[in-house]
């Protein structure tokens, strides 16, 4: 059963432009995160939300966490070459920190 | 080390053998993950380790998967009879406690099943 819904799961734009990647659920998380993975790489943390109508911002990147910690977005700013990636958000829950629930992640493509 | 390191890079076995894989955690940390990523799709969790509590086995897949934690820290994956649904690649993550504290991921091992 996939709990958190990504979309879109490819998004293929040009330099400059901004996007949007959301992730949804049925269910409530204690905290969300995002990451970002590159081939044959782990996933990296970018950022951790964890109150209902959060807000953070990563340079060109801002992240928010919806007010009933169901669903955040991803907004990029001006996207850069160097954007490209996997970008996977993931839900935790208080009765399970250490079991995190991935979306199926999207695919960015940023050509120059 | 400086990160999670992960051995062996790649794995090709036959149908119907055992393998182990290995996890070195970063030095100090007391929680470790082992995830699956399959082509196309998200992490799926399979088993977490914090300091010295039983470990949560909740995302094995069957009993052919199991996975140990020596002296809190190293920790070996191991799939017996693998079959070619195991074909992923098998992540760990280690962070300095379980929940909210970053999880920082080590390159996987890239199993494929022959």
């Known amino acids: 059963t996939q709990l958190l819904e990504q979309s879109p799961q490819f998004l293929s734009i040009q330099e400059g432009e901004n996007l949007t990647v959301y992730c949804n659920s049925s269910?409530?998380?204690?905290?969300l995160q995002w990451y970002r993975q590159e081939p044959g790489e782990g996933p990296v943390l970018l950022v951790t939300v964890v109150t209902g109508g959060e807000v953070k911002k990563l340079k060109r990147l801002t992240f928010q966490f919806g007010d009933a910690r169901k669903d955040s977005s991803l907004h990029i700013t001006a996207a850069q070459p160097g954007d490209t990636g996997l970008y996977l958000c993931?839900?935790?829950?208080?009765?399970?920190?250490?079991?995190?629930?991935f979306g199926q992640g999207t695919i960015l493509t940023v050509h120059p | 080390g400086a990160g999670v390191s992960q051995s062996p890079s790649n794995k090709v076995t036959e149908k119907g053998k055992d393998v182990e894989l290995r996890c070195d955690p970063i030095?100090?940390?007391?929680?470790l993950y082992w995830y699956r990523q399959s082509l196309g799709q998200g992490l799926e969790f399979l088993i977490y380790?914090?300091?010295?509590?039983?470990?949560?086995k909740s995302g094995l897949p069957s009993d052919r998967f199991s996975a140990e934690r020596t002296g809190g820290s190293v920790s070996t994956l191991t799939i017996q009879r693998t079959q070619q649904e195991d074909s992923a690649v098998y992540l760990c993550a280690s962070s300095l406690a379980g929940g909210r504290t970053e999880a920082f991921f080590g390159q996987g091992t890239r199993l494929t099943v022959v």
């Open positions: 030095s100090g940390h007391t929680a």
């Open positions: 993931a839900g935790g829950k208080s009765t399970s920190y250490g079991k995190l629930t």
């Open positions: 269910s409530v998380f204690s905290s």
């Open positions: 380790f914090q300091g010295n509590s039983a470990p949560d």
